[in-house]
């Protein structure tokens, strides 16, 4: 057997190696993103984020912002905020001393509209390079927004539509073609701490908003298929949306709003008091004063582009810029598939059994199409991760970390799906695991359904054999006669089927409603 057969077939055997029998965690291009660091410098905010680990999906080893506000004022002054100012060189410096003991190799500074436009942005830069080391790259608005593109396309590959960057001094457009490729883009003044600085009363300042998102808008197609939203004050918004609706997952990155749904809640932001909504979705005070001004140019945006749908996206700038570290390799990978992966080869019992149990469960779901099946895939890899969990609330921990944990590459309703099968794999109901029965309204009946299924399944497949699954056994299903089938292959297959295996694949069996069947060798 030549070496290039080899390697081929131990990748095969090992579904987190790559192309050359590399693992793709030690590979030199994941070894080369291990630890990389980015440092963003906003008009209201300077945060500074290291992923570490899985290197198509970001692993949030350190995230800290301060909102400094270094944008306050510029439009009476044109220089930045002498206390912003303050506050940001305190931040970069601990950024820096933070950075160089986590031995961040490469840590990457952008700065955007605040630092661009002020007059004294250069004399600021020369500042921190001499304080703490670090050369800030200023980016333009042009590629400001090709970065929040990159960013979107790390949690959504091949996403489409038209990505609205917000920041504090300026907002962007760009448009995403379907094919990991940034199309047309444009820049504008509209950031919300830019327009509080104006001398204007309501009526002009929406006449000016509105003209501005004209201007913008040109070029870009009306009726677009779906908006993405990058940006803090957009986040903002985004939660006091959940809490009107009572959206019962918490979760922004992939929240989908219609444009009918966000215009109701900029109408009721307009008519709440803004403490009140401070407190009720625990966004800081510094964040909730932008949030009007906000509200005013996302209505004028939605009016002007009229996306069907408008999505939340957690990942912007800084996922950009990893992104664009990345080989066209990297890229293209599922970013789901390779975090569960990653969380696999990290923390489970066994790393490359979650392969082996696909292969054994996947004749249960005959219709499955690829993105079904890649939800089974992410499944079956991810569920020994928490084995240490305390057995009491294993279940509860299982689903937790499905539906709450930071993964691209999922809708709110496809964690939900995930974290039920997840949850079934350590214990067959739902009663006593704090389960939120309202999560349920996300996702329809038969997919409930379908969840529990695959995950009393897992739960079946990884007690009934420890290792090699395909050697001892295959599950079979006749749709049509409603038999569930289990051919033991060997005599040693016949040991391991013992009480608790039997009592788990009749719950299989039950859960499916068919009769359950028992084919042994010989």
């Known amino acids: 057997m030549s070496g290039r057969q080899m390697r081929a077939e131990e990748a095969e055997i090992h579904p987190e190696w790559g192309p050359f029998g590399v693992p793709l965690f030690d590979g030199p291009e994941a070894q080369s993103l291990a630890?990389?660091?980015?440092?963003?410098?906003?008009?209201?905010?300077?945060?500074m984020v290291i992923f570490d680990g899985a290197a198509r999906s970001p692993a949030y080893f350190f995230n800290e912002k301060i909102l400094c506000g270094l944008g306050m004022g510029f439009s009476e002054t044109g220089r930045l905020h002498p206390e912003g100012k303050e506050r940001a060189l305190a931040a970069l410096r601990r950024f820096a001393r933070l950075a160089e003991a986590a031995e961040v190799s490469p840590l990457l500074a952008v700065a955007t509209a605040a630092v661009r436009d002020a007059q004294d942005g250069l004399a600021f830069r020369e500042q921190v390079r001499a304080e703490t080391g670090l050369a800030i790259r200023v980016i333009d608005g042009a590629e400001e927004a090709r970065l929040s593109a990159q960013g979107v396309l790390l949690g959504w590959p091949g996403a489409a539509g038209l990505i609205c960057d917000i920041g504090g001094s300026s907002m962007e457009l760009a448009e995403l073609q379907g094919s990991?490729?940034?199309?047309?883009?444009?820049?504008?003044?509209?950031?919300?701490?830019?327009?509080?600085?104006?001398?204007?009363?309501?009526?002009?300042?929406?006449?000016?908003?509105?003209?501005?998102?004209?201007?913008?808008?040109?070029?870009?197609?009306e009726g677009t298929e779906r908006l993405f939203l990058v940006g803090g004050s957009w986040r903002a918004i985004a939660r006091i949306d959940m809490e009107r609706r009572g959206y019962p997952l918490k979760v922004l990155h992939e929240y989908r709003m219609t444009p009918r749904g966000i215009l109701e809640t900029l109408k009721y932001i307009a008519e709440t008091d803004i403490n009140e909504l401070r407190g009720r979705t625990g966004t800081s005070a510094e964040r909730m004063r932008l949030v009007p001004m906000a509200a005013e140019v996302l209505r004028a945006l939605v009016r002007?582009?009229?996306?069907?749908?408008?999505?939340?996206?957690?990942?912007?700038i800084r996922e950009g810029l990893l992104y664009e570290q990345m080989s066209d390799a990297l890229k293209a990978r599922d970013p789901l598939i390779e975090a569960a992966r990653h969380s696999e080869a990290q923390l489970s019992r066994m790393p490359g059994f979650g392969r082996k149990l696909y292969h054994f469960v996947e004749p249960l779901f005959p219709r499955a199409k690829h993105d079904k099946k890649r939800l089974i895939r992410?499944?079956?890899?991810?569920?020994?991760?928490?084995?240490?969990?305390?057995?009491?609330?294993?279940?509860?921990?299982?689903?937790?970390?499905?539906?709450?944990?930071?993964?691209?590459?999922?809708?709110?309703?496809?964690?939900?799906?995930?974290g039920l099968a997840l949850l079934h794999r350590y214990k067959s109901s739902r009663v006593g695991t704090g389960f939120n029965a309202e999560l349920l309204t996300l996702l329809p009946a038969d997919q409930v359904r379908e969840a529990e299924i695959l995950g009393r399944a897992?739960?079946?497949?990884?007690?009934?054999?420890?290792?090699?699954?395909?050697?001892?056994?295959?599950?079979?299903?006749?749709?049509?006669?409603?038999?569930?089938?289990?051919?033991?292959?060997?005599?040693a297959a016949r040991d391991l089927f013992g009480e608790v295996a039997l009592a788990r694949f009749n719950a299989l069996a039950a859960a499916m409603d068919v009769t359950p069947i028992i084919a042994k060798a010989g």
């Not at 630890?35 to 945060?47: A, W």
């Not at 000016?208 to 998102?213: F, L, N, R």
């Not at 890899?381 to 944990?405: G, I, K, M, Q």
Request: glycine share 8%.
């Open 35 to 47: 630890r990389v660091g980015v440092i963003d410098i906003g008009s209201n905010s300077v945060r």
């Open 180 to 221: 990991g490729k940034v199309g047309h883009r444009a820049t504008s003044d509209l950031g919300p701490l830019k327009l509080l600085g104006m001398k204007a009363d309501k009526k002009s300042l929406r006449t000016h908003i509105k003209a501005e998102v004209a201007t913008l808008a040109t070029g870009f197609a």
């Open 304 to 316: 002007k582009l009229q996306p069907r749908e408008i999505a939340v996206s957690s990942y912007g």
């Open 378 to 418: 992410a499944a079956c890899l991810l569920h020994d991760v928490s084995w240490r969990a305390h057995p009491d609330y294993r279940a509860e921990v299982c689903f937790d970390n499905a539906t709450r944990a930071n993964l691209g590459g999922m809708t709110h309703a496809e964690r939900v799906y995930l």
């Open 458 to 491: 897992m739960r079946f497949g990884a007690m009934f054999a420890v290792t090699n699954l395909a050697d001892h056994g295959a599950l079979s299903f006749r749709p049509k006669r409603r038999e569930l089938i289990l051919r033991l292959h060997t005599d």
